[in-house]
Protein backbone atom coordinates (compact mmCIF):
# COMPACT_ATOMS: atom_id res chain seq x y z
CA UNK A 1 0.00 0.00 0.00
CA UNK A 2 1.08 3.43 -0.82
CA UNK A 3 1.77 6.72 1.23
CA UNK A 4 0.78 9.99 0.96
CA UNK A 5 3.62 12.57 0.75
CA UNK A 6 3.64 16.09 1.98
CA UNK A 7 5.32 18.11 -1.16
CA UNK A 8 7.06 21.30 -0.25
CA UNK A 9 7.05 24.48 -2.59
CA UNK A 10 10.79 23.19 -3.82
CA UNK A 11 9.05 20.21 -5.27
CA UNK A 12 11.12 17.95 -2.35
CA UNK A 13 8.56 15.05 -1.30
CA UNK A 14 8.39 13.56 1.93
CA UNK A 15 6.84 10.29 2.40
CA UNK A 16 4.15 10.19 5.55
CA UNK A 17 3.90 7.13 7.87
CA UNK A 18 0.36 8.83 8.98
CA UNK A 19 -1.60 11.93 9.44
CA UNK A 20 -4.11 13.30 10.96
CA UNK A 21 -4.33 16.59 9.04
CA UNK A 22 -1.34 19.40 8.13
CA UNK A 23 -1.41 19.77 12.15
CA UNK A 24 0.06 16.67 12.26
CA UNK A 25 2.34 14.82 9.91
CA UNK A 26 4.29 11.52 11.05
CA UNK A 27 7.41 11.11 9.35
CA UNK A 28 9.72 7.90 9.83
CA UNK A 29 13.51 8.64 8.35
CA UNK A 30 16.44 6.18 8.98
CA UNK A 31 18.03 8.23 11.33
CA UNK A 32 19.04 11.24 13.13
CA UNK A 33 21.18 12.33 10.38
CA UNK A 34 18.27 11.82 7.82
CA UNK A 35 16.03 13.79 10.16
CA UNK A 36 18.45 16.68 10.56
CA UNK A 37 18.38 16.92 6.58
CA UNK A 38 14.65 17.20 6.53
CA UNK A 39 14.54 19.80 9.13
CA UNK A 40 16.34 21.78 6.83
CA UNK A 41 13.85 21.79 4.42
CA UNK A 42 10.89 22.93 6.52
CA UNK A 43 12.01 26.62 5.50
CA UNK A 44 9.81 29.25 5.39
CA UNK A 45 10.26 29.73 1.68
CA UNK A 46 9.43 26.09 1.45
CA UNK A 47 6.08 26.37 3.63
CA UNK A 48 4.84 29.20 1.14
CA UNK A 49 2.80 26.34 -0.75
CA UNK A 50 2.61 22.33 0.21
CA UNK A 51 0.53 20.15 -1.08
CA UNK A 52 -0.61 16.31 0.77
CA UNK A 53 -0.41 13.79 -2.48
CA UNK A 54 -1.79 10.60 -2.04
CA UNK A 55 -0.76 6.99 -3.04
CA UNK A 56 -2.13 7.51 -6.48
CA UNK A 57 -0.27 11.26 -7.68
CA UNK A 58 -3.93 12.88 -6.88
CA UNK A 59 -3.66 16.30 -4.74
CA UNK A 60 -5.79 15.98 -1.92
CA UNK A 61 -4.73 19.00 -0.42
CA UNK A 62 -3.20 22.46 -1.05
CA UNK A 63 -1.70 24.89 1.59
CA UNK A 64 -0.44 28.33 1.14
CA UNK A 65 1.32 30.90 3.94
CA UNK A 66 1.77 27.64 6.16
CA UNK A 67 4.35 27.99 9.27
CA UNK A 68 5.81 25.45 10.88
CA UNK A 69 4.21 25.36 14.39
CA UNK A 70 6.34 22.65 16.47
CA UNK A 71 8.58 19.24 15.39
CA UNK A 72 9.11 16.88 17.54
CA UNK A 73 10.89 13.14 17.38
CA UNK A 74 11.21 10.27 19.16
CA UNK A 75 14.04 7.61 18.73
CA UNK A 76 12.46 4.07 17.56
CA UNK A 77 14.92 0.93 19.13
CA UNK A 78 16.07 0.02 15.46
CA UNK A 79 17.64 3.04 14.96
CA UNK A 80 14.82 5.31 13.28
CA UNK A 81 13.39 8.37 14.01
CA UNK A 82 9.80 9.24 13.94
CA UNK A 83 9.45 12.99 13.50
CA UNK A 84 6.05 15.09 13.90
CA UNK A 85 5.65 17.73 12.02
CA UNK A 86 2.74 20.64 12.93
CA UNK A 87 1.96 22.81 10.28
CA UNK A 88 -0.44 25.78 10.81
CA UNK A 89 -1.49 28.21 8.45
CA UNK A 90 0.22 31.94 9.18
CA UNK A 91 -2.22 34.57 11.05
CA UNK A 92 -3.20 37.81 9.19
CA UNK A 93 -0.50 39.63 11.14
CA UNK A 94 2.42 37.65 10.43
CA UNK A 95 1.37 37.66 6.76
CA UNK A 96 1.19 41.54 6.63
CA UNK A 97 4.74 42.08 9.03
CA UNK A 98 6.37 39.72 5.64
CA UNK A 99 4.76 41.98 3.90
CA UNK A 100 5.93 45.02 5.21
CA UNK A 101 9.31 43.95 6.01
CA UNK A 102 9.40 43.48 2.21
CA UNK A 103 8.29 46.64 1.67
CA UNK A 104 10.79 48.45 3.97
CA UNK A 105 13.74 46.49 2.29
CA UNK A 106 12.69 47.08 -0.88
CA UNK A 107 12.32 50.82 -0.05
CA UNK A 108 16.14 50.75 1.85
CA UNK A 109 17.43 49.12 -1.74
CA UNK A 110 15.82 52.02 -3.64
CA UNK A 111 17.08 54.57 -1.16
CA UNK A 112 20.29 53.62 -1.44
CA UNK A 113 20.79 53.22 -5.56
CA UNK A 114 19.00 56.70 -5.30
CA UNK A 115 22.15 57.54 -3.09
CA UNK A 116 24.81 56.54 -5.63
CA UNK A 117 23.20 57.77 -8.68
CA UNK A 118 23.07 61.10 -6.78
CA UNK A 119 26.26 61.14 -5.83
CA UNK A 120 28.63 63.93 -7.13
CA UNK A 121 30.78 62.74 -9.70
Known amino acids: ?16 ESSQGIG ?11 AGILWEQITKDNLSEVLIVNSEGETTGRYTDMSLDYVTGTDNADGTVLFTISLREKTIEEILQ ?3 SALE ?12 TDSPA
Open 98 to 100: ERV
Open 24 to 34: MLCVCVENRTT
Open 105 to 116: AELEELKSGRDI
Open 1 to 16: MGKDKLVLHDSTEITL
